[in-house]
């Protein structure tokens, strides 16, 4: 059975860099899927933020792109998301997500962490 | 980016009930639809992709159906286990964008 679960830091201050971890159990970060992070805002709901393959390769969505890198780790069985100069506005819910991408139904996360809460406040 | 919009933000039903909830797109976006349903402090389950292929594991009450901008999301015979919030999600394009959710409560 595929497990995530996210972690890191449950309070952030204004300006600095946001650091999550997921780890992976019962698979290897190393296969054929992509690994995503999405968060959950009360204001504008579900927000994909990006995801990474095996190889390194990444996509963001455009809105965070100059904030945001994603990174696997492969000894560790784990990927990260790095989010800079952090404002009350990342204030989120943070999921990591496994997705399978196939040519007729794009993206499909299949398998999702519990969620991690970060504030981010002085 | 591509809008995802459900309707209604929330709904009363009773266990047993039918209920519909609709997902528009505002572009095309063919078939490449999800379906999630989403309980606060746990993880979000896939329940439905390509607009209406059931995920393993999902009960046959749950069909979804929809193309190109429509879609929508029916749930048959109401279980207790089913209030929770439902999302639309399109995967057509990045950014992958998300209806704002369906609340789906007693």
């Known amino acids: 059975q595929v497990e995530l679960q996210e972690s890191g830091p449950g309070l952030v201050k204004p300006g600095e860099t946001l650091s999550l971890t997921c780890t992976v159990s019962g698979a290897s970060v190393s296969s054929s899927y992509w690994w995503s992070w999405v968060r959950q805002t009360p204001g504008k709901g579900l927000e994909w933020i990006g995801e990474?393959?095996?190889?390194?390769?990444?996509s963001y969505n455009p809105s965070l792109n100059s904030r945001v890198s994603i990174s696997i780790d492969k000894s560790k069985n784990q990927f990260s998301l790095s989010l800079d100069s952090v404002t009350a506005a990342d204030t989120a819910v943070y999921f990591c997500?496994?997705?399978?991408?196939?040519?007729?139904?794009?993206?499909?996360?299949?398998?999702w962490g519990p969620g991690t809460k970060v504030i981010v406040s002085s | 980016d591509i809008q995802m919009t459900q309707s209604p933000t929330f709904l009363s039903a009773s266990v047993g009930d039918r209920i519909v909830i609709s997902c528009r797109a505002s572009h095309n976006i063919s078939r490449y639809l999800n379906w999630f349903q989403h309980s606060p402090g746990t993880a979000p389950k896939l329940l439905m992709f390509?607009?209406?292929t059931l995920h393993g594991g999902i009960p046959k009450r749950f069909s979804g159906s929809g193309s190109g901008t429509d879609f929508s999301l029916t749930i048959n015979d109401l279980h207790r286990e089913d209030f929770a919030t439902y999302f639309c999600?399109?995967?057509?394009?990045?950014?992958?964008?998300f209806g704002q959710g369906t609340t789906l409560e007693i």
């Open positions: 997500a496994r997705d399978v991408i196939t040519a007729t139904s794009g993206g499909i996360s299949d398998v």
């Open positions: 990474v393959f095996h190889s390194g390769g990444a």
């Open positions: 999600q399109q995967t057509v394009r990045i950014p992958r964008t």
């Open positions: 390509g607009a209406s």
